[in-house]
């Protein structure tokens, strides 16, 4: 069964870095098709950025720019560069595969982590 563990969270003043980290156990066919999304409190769970088998990336316009995902493929292990942190992105952070899993409802498919927390001060 896939499992999803995500770690690199933390907190950080505005202008900060981090690199999140989503480990992925199971069959490496999980993690040809990866995402990331947060959600602050009292907020949706919101899109962030996909990174799918050819390696062709996706962003949120309001992200593109400042986050960077990669994949490892060796590693089965997805990551999310965050720049120029600001106390909007503070949030949960999660993972999901878009590829293993099971029917998560409205029609969506896959498996999340369970969250890293990301918490930016000004």
């Known amino acids: 069964q896939v499992q999803l563990v995500e770690s690199g969270g933390g907190s950080v003043q505005a202008g900060g870095s981090l690199t999140l980290s989503c480990k992925v156990s199971?069959?490496?066919?999980?993690?040809?098709?990866m995402s990331w999304f947060r959600q602050a409190p009292g907020k949706e769970r919101e899109f962030i950025s996909r990174?799918?088998?050819?390696?062709?990336?996706t962003y949120a316009d309001s992200m593109k720019g400042r986050f960077t995902i990669s994949r490892d493929n060796a590693n089965m292990t997805v990551y999310l560069q965050l720049n120029s942190l600001k106390p909007d992105d503070t949030a949960m952070y999660y993972c999901k595969t878009n590829r293993c899993g099971s029917v998560l409802g409205s029609g969506d498919f896959g498996k999340w982590g369970q969250g890293t927390q990301v918490t930016v001060s000004s």
């Open positions: 990174i799918e088998d050819d390696g062709s990336t």
């Open positions: 199971g069959l490496a066919f999980c993690t040809k098709d």
